[in-house]
């Protein structure tokens, strides 16, 4: 970029509607006015997103299990894979404070055609919460004869950026694949649930109750193979039926499960000593979406 372009931005970041046009440059970004941010927030994800006009949407997306994630979805796709140059500029009334060079980030043929998540991602919460505009520089994608700028205005974004970051403590410290298949273990002959089977059935009931696109509960219960068959069938479901139950008084509806008794035919771990047969005295909670 230079200088007499850089002096421009500087001067235009904020201020200039979106689309302006200098020789050779293309910008885009929020006027004051335009300026707007929004979040959405549930335990599972939370979002904060910014409008640039005639240009597309840039987010933030927070997940359960710590992910943060930065996007750029474009109205018109990219012809071609190619690198954006990525700095912190400051707006008009800023100007004496310095750009900050944030590095190359890759641009993608795709509707979004810019991705990246954590350390980065951060960086950028942390430079719009300084009153500074993220802004991306590429020539433009139909000849390459322009440069673009795109910038993400500060403008409004600390109330909503106050907001996001209490969604973002509020999310789960775990996702779907911690809790996707969950063992629970019994005392020899019992049906009853322990401390640490109620403590891990928990963590279970929480996860189905923020996340609503858990379609379905599997629950199979096992037993060692001491005893006859048909006692072991029968203790087997017991188990089966005295998980789900905590559950459902957990607030977890009694229509997503499906039990299943195994009884002594599936053993994980071998019969023959007192550590195998209390590995297989078990129920297995198979989540599925």
């Known amino acids: 970029m230079t200088l007499f372009l850089r002096q421009w931005l500087v001067l235009c970041v904020g201020l200039c509607p979106a689309?302006?046009?200098?020789?050779?440059?293309?910008?885009?970004?929020?006027?004051?006015?335009?300026?707007?941010?929004?979040?959405?927030?549930?335990?599972?994800?939370?979002?904060?997103s910014h409008t640039i006009p005639l240009y597309g949407t840039v987010r933030f997306e927070g997940r359960a299990g710590g992910g943060l994630d930065f996007t750029v979805q474009v109205l018109r796709r990219p012809a071609k894979a190619g690198?954006?140059?990525?700095?912190?500029?400051?707006?008009?009334?800023?100007?004496?404070?310095?750009?900050?060079?944030?590095?190359?980030?890759?641009?993608?043929?795709?509707?979004?055609?810019?991705?990246f998540d954590r350390p980065l991602a951060w960086r950028l919460l942390a430079e719009l919460e300084k009153g500074m505009f993220p802004t991306f520089t590429y020539p433009d994608w139909a000849d390459g004869r322009d440069e673009v700028t795109v910038a993400v205005s500060a403008v409004n974004v600390k109330p909503a950026l106050g907001e996001f970051l209490r969604c973002l403590d509020g999310?789960?410290?775990y996702d779907f694949s911690a809790v996707q298949k969950t063992l629970v273990n019994f005392a020899f002959g019992s049906a009853a649930l322990g401390p640490e089977a109620r403590r891990v059935l928990d963590r279970v009931a929480e996860y189905l109750l923020a996340d609503p696109?858990?379609?379905?509960?599997?629950?199979?219960?096992?037993?060692?193979?001491?005893?006859f068959r048909r006692y072991n069938e029968r203790l087997s479901r017991q188990r089966s039926e005295v998980v789900r139950d905590y559950l459902v008084k957990k607030g977890i509806a009694r229509e997503k499960f499906t039990l299943r008794s195994q009884g002594e035919?599936?053993?994980?771990?071998?019969?023959?000593?007192?550590?195998?047969?209390a590995v297989n005295?078990?129920?297995?909670?198979?989540?599925?979406?």
């Open 83 to 115: 690198v954006a140059q990525l700095a912190s500029l400051a707006p008009a009334w800023k100007h004496d404070t310095p750009a900050l060079a944030l590095g190359q980030v890759s641009v993608a043929d795709s509707a979004e055609p810019i991705r």
């Open 171 to 173: 999310l789960l410290s």
């Open 213 to 227: 696109a858990v379609s379905g509960v599997l629950i199979e219960g096992h037993t060692d193979n001491v005893g």
């Open 281 to 289: 005295r078990r129920v297995i909670v198979l989540l599925t979406r």
């Open 265 to 277: 035919t599936k053993p994980l771990a071998s019969n023959r000593t007192e550590s195998g047969r």
């Open 19 to 48: 689309g302006s046009v200098l020789a050779g440059a293309q910008y885009y970004g929020a006027a004051l006015h335009e300026s707007r941010w929004e979040v959405k927030s549930t335990r599972m994800a939370c979002t904060l």
